[in-house]
Protein backbone atom coordinates (compact mmCIF):
# COMPACT_ATOMS: atom_id res chain seq x y z
CA UNK A 1 0.00 0.00 0.00
CA UNK A 2 0.49 3.57 -0.74
CA UNK A 3 -0.29 6.80 0.61
CA UNK A 4 -1.76 7.93 -3.05
CA UNK A 5 -5.07 6.65 -4.26
CA UNK A 6 -3.43 6.13 -7.55
CA UNK A 7 -0.29 4.63 -8.72
CA UNK A 8 1.52 7.31 -11.07
CA UNK A 9 2.84 4.27 -14.16
CA UNK A 10 -0.78 3.81 -15.78
CA UNK A 11 0.46 -0.04 -17.28
CA UNK A 12 3.27 -2.17 -17.46
CA UNK A 13 4.41 -0.25 -20.88
CA UNK A 14 4.57 2.52 -19.15
CA UNK A 15 6.58 1.19 -16.39
CA UNK A 16 8.87 -0.38 -18.85
CA UNK A 17 8.86 2.93 -20.86
CA UNK A 18 9.75 5.18 -18.00
CA UNK A 19 13.06 2.60 -16.26
CA UNK A 20 14.16 2.88 -20.02
CA UNK A 21 14.60 6.62 -19.68
CA UNK A 22 15.54 6.43 -15.43
CA UNK A 23 18.65 4.07 -16.08
CA UNK A 24 19.89 5.42 -19.56
CA UNK A 25 23.33 7.14 -19.33
CA UNK A 26 21.93 10.00 -20.85
CA UNK A 27 18.10 10.85 -19.58
CA UNK A 28 18.05 12.97 -22.61
CA UNK A 29 19.44 10.61 -25.34
CA UNK A 30 17.13 8.36 -23.91
CA UNK A 31 14.06 10.13 -23.95
CA UNK A 32 14.27 10.98 -27.23
CA UNK A 33 15.19 7.69 -28.26
CA UNK A 34 11.88 6.55 -26.99
CA UNK A 35 8.74 6.02 -29.99
CA UNK A 36 6.01 8.78 -29.60
CA UNK A 37 3.39 6.89 -27.59
CA UNK A 38 6.33 6.20 -25.29
CA UNK A 39 7.36 9.58 -24.74
CA UNK A 40 3.78 10.63 -23.64
CA UNK A 41 3.71 7.75 -21.26
CA UNK A 42 6.94 8.54 -19.66
CA UNK A 43 5.58 12.19 -19.29
CA UNK A 44 1.94 11.15 -18.22
CA UNK A 45 4.07 9.12 -15.51
CA UNK A 46 6.43 11.64 -14.49
CA UNK A 47 3.94 14.72 -14.16
CA UNK A 48 1.35 12.18 -11.84
CA UNK A 49 4.45 10.96 -10.23
CA UNK A 50 5.27 14.92 -8.90
CA UNK A 51 2.03 15.68 -8.17
CA UNK A 52 2.02 12.76 -5.25
CA UNK A 53 5.42 13.64 -4.64
CA UNK A 54 3.91 17.22 -3.31
CA UNK A 55 1.85 15.62 -0.81
CA UNK A 56 2.12 17.35 3.15
CA UNK A 57 4.19 15.02 4.82
CA UNK A 58 3.15 13.45 8.29
CA UNK A 59 3.74 10.70 10.31
CA UNK A 60 3.13 7.39 9.10
CA UNK A 61 -0.03 6.42 11.99
CA UNK A 62 -1.56 9.53 10.75
CA UNK A 63 -1.36 8.98 7.00
CA UNK A 64 -4.27 7.41 4.66
CA UNK A 65 -3.00 3.97 2.51
CA UNK A 66 -4.39 2.56 -0.70
CA UNK A 67 -3.46 -0.53 -2.64
CA UNK A 68 -3.95 1.50 -5.84
CA UNK A 69 -4.37 -1.59 -7.71
CA UNK A 70 -7.06 -3.96 -8.03
CA UNK A 71 -7.38 -7.70 -6.43
CA UNK A 72 -9.89 -10.13 -6.88
CA UNK A 73 -12.59 -10.94 -3.84
CA UNK A 74 -14.06 -13.81 -4.12
CA UNK A 75 -14.90 -15.67 -7.83
CA UNK A 76 -17.32 -12.81 -8.99
CA UNK A 77 -16.30 -8.97 -7.62
CA UNK A 78 -13.07 -6.98 -8.02
CA UNK A 79 -12.09 -4.29 -4.93
CA UNK A 80 -9.23 -1.98 -4.09
CA UNK A 81 -8.42 -1.38 -0.36
CA UNK A 82 -7.56 1.49 1.78
CA UNK A 83 -6.17 1.71 5.43
CA UNK A 84 -8.01 5.15 7.27
CA UNK A 85 -5.75 6.01 10.16
CA UNK A 86 -7.77 7.02 13.21
CA UNK A 87 -8.40 10.45 13.89
CA UNK A 88 -6.67 10.53 17.23
CA UNK A 89 -3.50 8.05 16.45
CA UNK A 90 -1.25 9.78 18.69
CA UNK A 91 2.01 10.84 17.09
CA UNK A 92 4.82 13.87 17.77
CA UNK A 93 5.73 17.00 15.28
CA UNK A 94 8.09 15.64 12.54
CA UNK A 95 12.07 16.86 12.85
CA UNK A 96 12.44 18.24 9.66
CA UNK A 97 16.15 18.14 9.77
CA UNK A 98 16.07 14.39 10.03
CA UNK A 99 16.31 12.31 6.95
CA UNK A 100 14.83 9.33 8.64
CA UNK A 101 12.20 11.22 10.81
CA UNK A 102 9.32 9.25 9.44
CA UNK A 103 11.08 6.03 10.42
CA UNK A 104 11.98 7.14 13.77
CA UNK A 105 8.78 8.71 14.96
CA UNK A 106 7.06 5.45 13.53
CA UNK A 107 9.37 3.39 16.16
CA UNK A 108 9.19 5.84 18.95
CA UNK A 109 5.67 5.17 18.88
CA UNK A 110 5.73 1.89 18.81
CA UNK A 111 8.41 1.94 21.52
CA UNK A 112 6.96 4.60 23.66
CA UNK A 113 3.25 5.65 23.47
CA UNK A 114 0.73 4.20 25.78
CA UNK A 115 -1.78 4.14 22.99
CA UNK A 116 -0.91 2.39 19.56
CA UNK A 117 -2.71 3.69 16.59
CA UNK A 118 -5.23 2.02 14.63
CA UNK A 119 -6.61 2.06 10.81
CA UNK A 120 -9.98 0.74 9.45
CA UNK A 121 -9.38 -1.64 6.73
CA UNK A 122 -12.13 -0.80 3.92
CA UNK A 123 -12.91 -2.24 0.29
CA UNK A 124 -14.10 -0.77 -2.72
CA UNK A 125 -16.13 -2.41 -4.79
CA UNK A 126 -15.67 -2.12 -8.48
CA UNK A 127 -19.05 -1.03 -9.59
CA UNK A 128 -19.32 -0.47 -13.68
CA UNK A 129 -22.88 0.98 -13.20
CA UNK A 130 -21.98 3.65 -11.32
CA UNK A 131 -18.19 4.68 -11.95
CA UNK A 132 -17.49 7.25 -15.01
CA UNK A 133 -14.64 8.54 -16.39
CA UNK A 134 -14.68 11.99 -17.50
CA UNK A 135 -18.26 11.27 -17.91
CA UNK A 136 -18.73 7.97 -19.36
CA UNK A 137 -19.28 4.64 -18.37
CA UNK A 138 -16.70 2.21 -19.02
CA UNK A 139 -16.36 -1.63 -18.63
CA UNK A 140 -14.61 -4.06 -16.08
CA UNK A 141 -11.59 -4.28 -17.87
CA UNK A 142 -10.84 -0.82 -18.23
CA UNK A 143 -10.86 -0.32 -14.79
CA UNK A 144 -9.17 -3.07 -13.86
CA UNK A 145 -6.29 -2.28 -16.07
CA UNK A 146 -5.30 1.45 -15.66
CA UNK A 147 -3.75 1.96 -12.18
CA UNK A 148 -3.77 5.68 -12.71
CA UNK A 149 -6.75 5.83 -13.07
CA UNK A 150 -9.00 6.82 -9.67
CA UNK A 151 -11.71 5.27 -8.80
CA UNK A 152 -14.06 7.81 -7.23
CA UNK A 153 -15.22 7.46 -4.05
CA UNK A 154 -18.03 9.21 -4.28
CA UNK A 155 -19.77 6.70 -6.87
CA UNK A 156 -18.09 3.62 -5.24
CA UNK A 157 -17.27 3.94 -1.90
CA UNK A 158 -15.40 1.93 0.74
CA UNK A 159 -16.91 -0.42 3.08
CA UNK A 160 -15.01 -0.66 6.49
CA UNK A 161 -14.76 -4.69 7.35
CA UNK A 162 -12.20 -5.01 9.90
CA UNK A 163 -9.53 -2.70 12.10
CA UNK A 164 -6.09 -2.93 12.01
CA UNK A 165 -3.95 -1.49 15.35
CA UNK A 166 -0.07 -1.71 15.57
CA UNK A 167 1.05 -3.93 18.53
CA UNK A 168 3.58 -1.99 21.24
CA UNK A 169 7.21 -2.94 21.62
CA UNK A 170 7.23 -4.42 18.29
CA UNK A 171 9.22 -2.49 16.26
CA UNK A 172 10.98 -3.83 13.17
CA UNK A 173 14.53 -2.95 13.18
CA UNK A 174 16.21 -2.15 10.39
CA UNK A 175 18.63 -4.32 11.04
CA UNK A 176 15.52 -7.07 11.14
CA UNK A 177 14.03 -6.58 7.94
CA UNK A 178 16.94 -7.84 5.76
CA UNK A 179 15.24 -11.35 5.33
CA UNK A 180 12.13 -9.93 4.90
CA UNK A 181 10.40 -9.82 1.49
CA UNK A 182 6.87 -8.90 -0.70
CA UNK A 183 5.67 -11.48 -2.89
CA UNK A 184 2.10 -10.13 -3.46
CA UNK A 185 1.45 -12.65 -6.22
CA UNK A 186 2.78 -15.72 -4.70
CA UNK A 187 1.22 -15.52 -1.58
CA UNK A 188 -2.56 -14.71 -2.75
CA UNK A 189 -5.42 -16.98 -3.46
CA UNK A 190 -7.43 -18.18 -6.38
CA UNK A 191 -10.27 -15.90 -4.49
CA UNK A 192 -7.62 -13.24 -4.10
CA UNK A 193 -5.44 -12.89 -7.15
CA UNK A 194 -4.25 -9.30 -8.13
CA UNK A 195 -5.30 -8.32 -11.44
CA UNK A 196 -4.19 -5.61 -14.16
CA UNK A 197 -1.24 -5.02 -16.40
CA UNK A 198 0.84 -3.56 -13.08
CA UNK A 199 0.21 -6.76 -11.10
CA UNK A 200 0.87 -8.86 -13.65
CA UNK A 201 4.18 -7.66 -14.44
CA UNK A 202 4.94 -7.18 -10.51
CA UNK A 203 5.57 -10.98 -9.79
CA UNK A 204 8.65 -11.51 -11.88
CA UNK A 205 9.99 -7.75 -10.56
CA UNK A 206 9.78 -8.85 -7.18
CA UNK A 207 11.09 -12.48 -8.08
CA UNK A 208 14.26 -11.16 -9.19
CA UNK A 209 14.62 -8.29 -6.58
CA UNK A 210 14.06 -11.28 -4.00
CA UNK A 211 16.99 -13.11 -5.33
CA UNK A 212 19.41 -10.35 -6.13
CA UNK A 213 19.00 -9.39 -2.17
CA UNK A 214 19.21 -12.87 -1.41
CA UNK A 215 22.52 -13.56 -3.30
CA UNK A 216 24.02 -10.30 -1.69
CA UNK A 217 23.03 -10.96 1.81
CA UNK A 218 24.55 -15.00 1.22
CA UNK A 219 27.86 -13.47 0.06
CA UNK A 220 27.96 -10.57 2.68
CA UNK A 221 26.94 -13.00 5.54
CA UNK A 222 30.28 -15.15 4.47
CA UNK A 223 32.39 -12.48 4.29
CA UNK A 224 31.35 -11.69 8.01
CA UNK A 225 31.82 -15.24 9.22
CA UNK A 226 35.32 -15.64 7.57
CA UNK A 227 36.44 -13.05 9.04
CA UNK A 228 34.66 -14.04 12.68
CA UNK A 229 36.46 -17.18 12.63
CA UNK A 230 39.43 -15.65 11.12
CA UNK A 231 40.13 -13.57 14.94
CA UNK A 232 39.05 -16.53 16.83
CA UNK A 233 42.07 -18.54 14.95
CA UNK A 234 44.34 -15.71 15.21
CA UNK A 235 43.70 -14.93 18.86
CA UNK A 236 44.45 -18.37 19.85
CA UNK A 237 47.26 -18.79 17.97
CA UNK A 238 48.30 -15.99 19.59
CA UNK A 239 47.66 -16.65 22.52
CA UNK A 240 49.55 -19.98 22.53
CA UNK A 241 52.35 -18.03 21.63
CA UNK A 242 52.35 -15.66 24.33
CA UNK A 243 52.13 -18.17 27.39
CA UNK A 244 54.86 -20.38 25.88
CA UNK A 245 56.90 -17.30 26.07
CA UNK A 246 55.48 -15.29 29.15
CA UNK A 247 59.02 -15.37 30.82
CA UNK A 248 59.90 -13.18 28.02
CA UNK A 249 58.69 -9.93 28.58
CA UNK A 250 58.32 -8.30 24.72
CA UNK A 251 56.67 -11.40 23.85
CA UNK A 252 53.63 -10.63 25.51
CA UNK A 253 53.50 -7.23 24.95
CA UNK A 254 54.17 -7.91 20.55
CA UNK A 255 51.52 -11.02 21.44
CA UNK A 256 48.86 -8.56 22.79
CA UNK A 257 49.52 -5.79 20.16
CA UNK A 258 49.28 -8.48 17.55
CA UNK A 259 45.34 -9.64 18.82
CA UNK A 260 44.72 -5.56 18.53
CA UNK A 261 46.22 -5.21 14.42
CA UNK A 262 44.18 -8.96 13.35
CA UNK A 263 41.05 -7.35 15.55
CA UNK A 264 41.13 -4.29 14.03
CA UNK A 265 41.98 -6.28 10.03
CA UNK A 266 38.94 -8.70 11.03
CA UNK A 267 36.75 -5.72 11.84
CA UNK A 268 37.04 -3.85 8.90
CA UNK A 269 36.29 -7.10 6.70
CA UNK A 270 32.85 -7.50 9.20
CA UNK A 271 31.89 -3.63 8.38
CA UNK A 272 32.85 -4.67 4.68
CA UNK A 273 30.29 -7.12 4.94
CA UNK A 274 27.76 -5.07 6.54
CA UNK A 275 28.13 -2.44 4.31
CA UNK A 276 27.07 -5.09 1.41
CA UNK A 277 23.89 -5.93 3.04
CA UNK A 278 23.26 -2.47 3.53
CA UNK A 279 23.68 -1.16 -0.01
CA UNK A 280 22.88 -3.45 -2.30
CA UNK A 281 19.40 -2.82 -4.24
CA UNK A 282 16.03 -3.95 -2.25
Given at each position: ????????????????ATMKLLTASNPAVGF???PFSDKL???RTLVLAGFQAHQKIKPYQQ?????TVPFRHGPIDVVKHSLTPSPDNPACPLQKSNPNGLRDELIRHVEEDGRMSA????LQFLDTDSMTYWGKHRDANFWIENASVEWNEAEAPFHTVARLSLLSKLAL??????????DVTGNSTTDSTPLGSINRARRDG???SRKARTRAD?????IMVFATLLLLAATAFVQQVSCSTQNADGNIARGSMLISQVTASVSTVRCAGLALTNTHYR
Open positions: MQNASTLPINDARAFLWSLRVMLRYWSFDFGWPGDGEATYFEVATFAIS
